[in-house]
């Protein structure tokens, strides 16, 4: 009799297990049955571009001796200001250099920053768009605007990239800049999208509705414009 009660118990936990089982592994088919089918969209962080600080020209000097050198290097001259015992002026203002090889220079005092982007954000950059740049703390900040993007990469590296420059006044050459482009389109996933038709439900609406938006293809991957489709909305997959 305890036998067959110890058979009975044992079967009785092994149904209660399996039931457990079966509710478990449903209740994940259906989640990840709702997940598959709708997309909330998000808004990517700010895309940070790293650069270092140039002058726009570098003028080179006449040669002479260190002891006809009447200014320091690194010290800012005006142009036309004598800069040598003999009388000889310079062509223009900026900072006086002493190069390794003992020649002597001029860095303007129009600079940029010299940066690079690679192809798959060189749709996020275009030529006069305001940025955002910060040294490489964040202590110091600037509005800038982009002065000029290559169409032509320069890279020879895996990864294609586009040179780009951005005006800056009151920063030393040399000094490591940090450029924020904001994300102004949003990834729309395969799936939610067919031939630029997606269902949407925007944050401020309680349904769904068809609309027809313009899909930026970059790198294999579909973007939308943020105006299209705002960050927050949610998307249904669309039948095909």
Known sequence: ?????????????????????????????????????????????????????????????????????????????TKGQVIYQTGYTTPISGTFIVKEDGSYAVASDAKYIDASVTELDRHLISQGMQVKVANIDGSKKYDCVVKKVDVLPSSEESITKYRLQVPIQGVNVGVHMNINIPYSSVLIPGKFEDKGKILIKKSNSKAFKKRKINIIRTMGLKYASIAEVPAGSVLKEVAK
């Open 1 to 77: 009799m305890r036998k067959r009660l110890v058979i009975l118990g044992l079967i009785l936990l092994s149904f209660v297990g399996l039931y457990a089982l079966l509710t478990s592994y449903q209740l994940a088919t259906t989640t990840t049955a709702k997940e598959t089918k709708e997309y909330k969209v998000v808004r990517q962080k700010d895309l940070v571009l790293s650069g270092v600080v140039r002058a726009e020209e570098i003028k080179a000097l006449d040669s002479t001796s260190p002891e006809n050198v009447k200014i320091k290097n690194g010290e800012h001259i």
